[in-house]
């Protein structure tokens, strides 16, 4: 029976180890640029909804590129910053 040398085990172990990092680092970039998504698509209906119901009411946020940034990245919450600065600057 032949013998295991511990060099083979060795390198079997760090490049297991290797291929996690790896892996690691090329998933959590994708976190990102989905939860960016998600957040750009939530924010989008927000801001699609808040102007055909808030045309009743008096309520408009623009779009364009600025405020679909800010919702875009910040999600819901931009959407209430974007109604706050409205409400308080009277832009």
């Known amino acids: ?21 790896v892996g690691w680092i090329l998933l959590v970039p994708l976190k990102i640029v989905i939860k960016l998504l998600y957040n750009s698509i939530l924010g989008g209906i927000a801001l699609v909804i808040i102007n055909f119901f808030g045309g009743f009411i008096g309520v408009h946020v623009g779009i364009n590129p600025l405020t679909a940034l800010i919702v875009g990245v910040l999600g819901i919450p931009g959407m209430a910053l974007l109604l706050l600065l409205q409400f308080f600057l009277k832009i």
């Open 1 to 21: 029976m032949p013998a295991i040398e511990y060099n083979v085990v060795i390198a079997y172990v760090f490049g297991l180890i290797l291929l996690y990092f």
